[in-house]
């Protein structure tokens, strides 16, 4: 009998060390917190939520929550087609109650629609992909196929608002490989892409410079490892913050997150002092993130404005 009692009390115990250890595990997202945003119809959008998806890594056992005003929204999880389509004729869960929370309880993607008017249409959507935890938070896909990077994303190539933690938070984590290309997107007679030494892009002397682009968009493909270095002649833009610097690895190579971690070989861009790679990523991502959001949030604002 009391054997009995001892195994069950050893077994209640594990238990309870489980259940901690799941819980301890369990990451909340409150889906656009760090854009400010909440659930509703985003101002730039259907970009601004999958954003804020690309900054997060979503695990079985997380929780989303869906914060909104009961009445003014409501959120439906639905099919693929259903998300792709808008159509909440038949969703598989509706809830209309906020703050509303989705126990992320499978492996694979889930599709998030808003169903009330044209909330949906005018962006009100989210699709997230959910991982096992065993799995890592982000498998470099390696090798991968030649990637179109379009730079500063919907900020574009501009003298960044927030100066030139703009360019290399946007360049932070990113991997660059050769056959990769950068699209500058810009307003033609407003900024050109100048290629650039080390020395040019620290000093921000722009007098001479390895290649001008100066026509919308510009494509450029990475053709040499190493650092390279890209600014705008356009007086005083470079010293306002824009500037890019990345770091571009081999083909052969494995990713590393960073991107950074294979010594240059040669470049084109290479000087004397481009004997390491010198782009200042910011040190942890969390602020990084905020970062990205914010820039997004004030493009959002910029693109609501016009
Ligand atoms: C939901 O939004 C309200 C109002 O903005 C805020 O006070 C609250 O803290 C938010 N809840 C969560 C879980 O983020
Ligand atoms: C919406 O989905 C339902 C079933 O889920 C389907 O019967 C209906 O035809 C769809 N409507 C449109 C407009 O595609
Ligand atoms: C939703 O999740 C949050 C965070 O885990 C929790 O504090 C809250 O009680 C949950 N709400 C409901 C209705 O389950
Ligand atoms: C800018 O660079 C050029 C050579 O590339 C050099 O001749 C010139 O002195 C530099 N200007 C300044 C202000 O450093
Ligand atoms: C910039 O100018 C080029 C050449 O005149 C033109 O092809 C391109 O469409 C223009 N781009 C934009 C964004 O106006």
Redesign the pocket.
């Known amino acids: 009998m009391t054997t009995k009692i001892r195994a069950a009390l050893v077994v209640v115990a594990l238990a309870a060390l489980l259940h901690t250890a799941v819980v301890v595990a369990q990451t909340?997202h409150v889906v656009g917190d760090s854009l400010g945003l909440g659930w509703l119809v985003p101002p730039g959008g259907p970009i601004a939520y999958a954003t804020w998806a690309d900054t997060q890594t979503f695990v079985v056992g997380d929780?989303l929550?869906f914060n909104f005003t009961t009445g003014e929204q409501d959120v439906a999880r639905v099919s693929k087609e259903a998300f792709d389509s808008c159509n909440s004729t038949n969703p598989i869960s509706l809830k209309t109650t906020g703050p509303a929370?989705f126990t992320l309880d499978t492996v694979g993607n889930y599709y998030f629609i808003g169903t009330m008017d044209r909330h949906c249409p005018l962006g009100q959507k989210l699709a997230i992909k959910v991982i096992d935890s065993s799995a890592g938070p982000s498998p470099p896909p390696s090798p991968r196929s030649p990637v179109i990077y379009t730079v500063g994303d919907i900020l574009g190539w501009v003298v960044p608002p927030l100066g030139e933690v703009a360019y290399s938070t946007w360049a932070y984590n990113k991997i660059f490989i050769v056959g990769d290309s950068l699209v500058f997107n810009f307003i033609n007679g407003t900024q050109d892409v100048a290629v650039v030494t080390k020395e040019a892009y620290d000093s921000c002397n722009t007098s001479s410079t390895i290649a001008v682009y100066t026509t919308s968009p510009t494509t450029i493909t990475l053709t040499t490892t190493g650092m390279h270095y890209f600014t705008s002649t356009y007086e005083r833009h470079c010293g306002l913050g824009q500037k890019l610097a990345i770091n571009i690895i081999a083909k052969s190579t494995t990713p590393s997150p960073s991107g950074a971690a294979t010594p240059p070989s040669s470049s084109v861009d290479a000087s004397p002092g481009a004997g390491g790679p010198t782009a200042p990523p910011p040190s942890s991502s969390a602020p990084s993130r905020i970062v990205a959001g914010a820039i997004v949030l004030l493009s959002i604002a910029v693109a609501f404005l016009h």
């Open positions: 909340t929780i929550v929370n």
